[in-house]
C-alpha cells in the first residue's frame, strides 16, 4: 500500500513538473498580469507603436522601466516573433514565451494610459485594440496560457525540447541554420579565393 501511495505522489509530482513554466524562478520582481490568446494576436500588432511610444516616455517609474525592460528581453528570448505561429498556435514552443512579452507589452500600455504626456496616444492605441478585439471576435479566446501571469524576475524560455514536434518551428530553423551555413560557405570560398590572388 505505501508502494502505492509512493508511485502515486511521484506521478502527480511529475506531472506537475511537466506543466510547470520553463526557466521557473524567484517572483521576488515586479508581478505581469496574464494576457489572453485572443488580445495577443491584436496587441502583437500594435506592439511596435506602443514600444515606440514607451521608449520615448518622459514621465517613467521604475516599475514602468522594469516591467519595459522585460518586455524587451521576453521578446529577444522569443526570438523577436519571428517564429511562425508564436502567437497564434497554442502548440508552438514559442507560444508561453510569446505570451510573456505580450502581456508586458500590454501592461506596459495601460500604465502609460496613466502617464500625463503619454495619456492620449496610448489612450488612443488602447481604443483601437478594444475595437480591433471586438471587430475580430477575439475577447473570449483563450488557451492553456491564457490565465497565466508572469513576473519580471522571471525569463520565459522557448521549449527547446519541443521543437521537433512542432513541424513550423523545426522548418523554420532548419531553414534558418541552412542559410547560415549556406552564407558560412559562400564567405569561406571567397576568402579562399583572395588568398589565391
Same mark, same amino acid.
Given at each position: ?98 505570451? $510573456?512579452? @505580450? +502581456? /508586458?507589452?500590454?501592461? =506596459? &500600455? ?67 541554420? $541552412?542559410? @547560415? +551555413? /549556406?552564407?558560412?560557405? =559562400? &564567405? ?10
Amino acid at each position: 500500500m505505501q508502494a502505492i501511495c509512493f508511485g502515486l505522489v511521484l506521478l502527480l509530482a511529475g506531472s506537475a513538473l511537466a506543466h510547470s513554466r520553463s526557466g521557473e524562478s524567484s517572483h521576488a520582481g515586479l508581478p505581469v498580469p496574464e494576457i489572453s490568446h485572443g488580445e495577443m494576436a491584436v496587441i502583437s500588432d500594435y506592439r511596435s507603436r506602443i514600444m515606440d511610444l514607451a521608449s520615448t516616455a518622459a514621465d517613467t517609474n521604475e516599475p514602468f522601466r522594469r516591467v519595459l525592460n522585460y518586455a524587451e528581453i521576453q521578446y529577444s528570448y522569443c526570438l523577436w516573433g519571428r517564429m511562425p505561429g508564436s502567437v497564434t498556435d497554442e502548440q508552438s514552443p514559442f507560444n508561453e514565451c510569446a505570451h $510573456a512579452y @505580450l +502581456a /508586458a507589452t500590454k501592461a =506596459v &500600455l495601460l500604465a502609460m494610459r496613466d502617464m500625463p504626456q503619454e495619456a492620449m496616444a496610448a489612450g488612443e492605441i488602447a481604443s483601437a485594440v478594444d475595437v480591433d478585439m471586438v471587430r475580430r471576435g477575439l475577447s473570449l479566446v483563450t488557451c492553456r496560457f491564457s490565465g497565466e501571469g508572469f513576473n519580471t524576475a522571471d525569463v520565459v524560455r522557448p521549449r527547446w525540447s519541443e521543437i521537433p514536434l512542432h513541424p513550423a518551428s523545426m522548418a523554420s530553423l532548419t531553414g534558418f541554420a $541552412a542559410i @547560415l +551555413a /549556406a552564407g558560412f560557405f =559562400v &564567405l569561406r570560398r571567397l576568402l579562399r579565393i583572395q588568398s589565391w590572388e
